[in-house]
Each structure stands twice: as C-alpha cells, then as structure tokens.
C-alpha cells in the first residue's frame, strides 16, 4: 500500500472511532510517587518507623533554604543495599510545634550505580561527606509533601527544622 493510501486508510479508521465515539483514551500510569506513598504509607505513624528498626538522625536542614527533615534510618536496609519501593533506607518526617512527626518524603541508598528505581535515577553523593559513609546514590521521593523544588530532590523550601528537638 502506498504511503498516501495508508494516510487515507488511517484518517477514515480515526474519524470512525471519532463519530462512533470509541476513542481510545492514553494509558495513564500511577507515578512513581503515588507508588511510593502506596507502598509506605504505612510509616504515616512514626511508631511503625520505629518497630521496623528505623532510627532518628538529626533534622537536615539546607544552606539555601528549605529542609529533608528527621531522617528514620534503618542500618540493616543501608547494609543490604539492596533498592525495594517498599523498604526504603530512610524515612523522613517534619517535627511539628506539638512534637508530632509527620511524615513527608522516603529515601533509597545505595553504593550500587548508577542506580534508579523505576526509571527515576539516582543522585552520586561522593565522599566525604555528612553522613560519614562511603560513595553512595541516593533518592529522595516526596510522597505526602508537596516540593515545589520538583518529587525527586533533595531539599524542600516548604519543610523546616524549627521544631526538631
């Protein structure tokens, strides 16, 4: 069949569905963040945090605005080393004025890269640096807060460190 013809044969099929109504709608896929959230939602209550064996470094906050929070860090994830949407190496929550945590991003490490998780790719943080560990990638999702910054980075303008004990 000729090109021309082809083009014809696609427009008519195309303005049939059309009239018809039977148009067919794009695929919509769940995003990488609503994933995350699905998988961890759990963590909304600290406590669970907590009994999976994550513990609380200090709130990070950035130079240049913004915050990632209480980091809930579970050294037996960091060890295996190993990316699982479900078990993140870090949880994150903001402290509140009332000395609740909410919960607002996750957070997968790994010395293993370049690495990513479901397309997403990781940051290489090289070493030394604050954490005191070696070359790593990191990625930071920000699944219950909102980071006009973009989900995927690491500071957020809208999370502070002002109540952190």
Not at 4 to 21: F, H
Not at 63 to 72: E, F, K, Q, S, T
């Amino acid at each position: 069949m000729s090109v021309a013809k082809y083009a014809w044969v696609v427009t008519i099929v195309s303005l049939a569905s059309i009239a018809s109504g039977v148009v067919a709608e794009p695929q919509r896929g769940v995003s990488l963040v609503d994933k995350v959230r699905g998988a961890n939602d759990r963590f909304k209550d600290v406590s669970v945090a907590v009994a999976e064996g994550y513990a609380p470094i200090p709130c990070a906050s950035g130079v240049d605005g913004g915050a990632m929070g209480v980091h809930y860090v579970s050294e037996k994830l960091l060890k295996a080393d190993t990316v699982d949407i479900a078990h993140p190496q870090a949880v994150m929550y903001e402290p509140g004025a009332d000395g609740n945590m909410q919960l607002i991003a996750v957070e997968y490490i790994t010395s293993k890269g370049p690495a990513q998780l479901q397309g997403q790719l990781f940051n290489f943080m090289g070493a030394p640096n604050r954490y005191g560990l070696g070359p790593f990638y990191e990625l930071h999702v920000w699944a219950w807060k909102p980071n006009p910054r973009g989900a995927f980075t690491d500071m957020n303008p809208n999370v502070t460190c002002e109540h952190a004990h």
